[in-house]
């Protein structure tokens, strides 16, 4: 392995913790505690929705260097399509590519749509409406954190191929 290979491995790696461990921290900590932190349901959304827009900066950036960083690693088999589909290497990347732009497409149309909505609603005093959108943008997002674990136990038994 050169040292090229290396630095890009630990630059994807390390994205994959701030992407996947911070939304952990955001959904299983802060989601949590906002509810004992501020009383008022608008308070509290305008709270989560500034965290969670301060973390969209970190995620942007993960996501990014995760897609930059995973085609450098994916070369081989970019150079080589004949392999995608003739190895179990190949067969587990295909997978992971799958299931990452499918994670990346779900997130960002949640984060999007549901995000603005719910923030729209909060301003309008529509409390009841908000929790009815809340219960949609939390199964996507779950149904998102679930889709990074599985790329990430692909990633692992890739380094295990």
Known sequence: ?????????????????????????????VWPASYK????EA???RMVGRIAKRF???????????VL???YLAAPYIESPGLVLTTLRGEVLLTKVALAVSAIVLMYGNNI????????????????DVKRVRRLTHLASYVTLGLLVLITVLGATLVGL
């Open 56 to 66: 969209a900066y970190f995620t942007h950036g993960a996501v990014v260097a995760l």
């Open 113 to 128: 749509y549901h995000g603005r909505k719910i923030m729209r609603l909060v301003a309008e005093g529509r409390l009841d």
């Open 37 to 40: 932190i501020a009383a008022n």
């Open 69 to 71: 960083s995973g085609l």
């Open 1 to 29: 392995m050169s040292l090229a290979f290396i630095l890009v491995l630990w630059v994807h790696l390390f994205s994959a913790v701030v992407l996947v461990g911070g939304s952990f921290f955001i959904w299983f900590v």
């Open 43 to 45: 308070e509290r959304t």
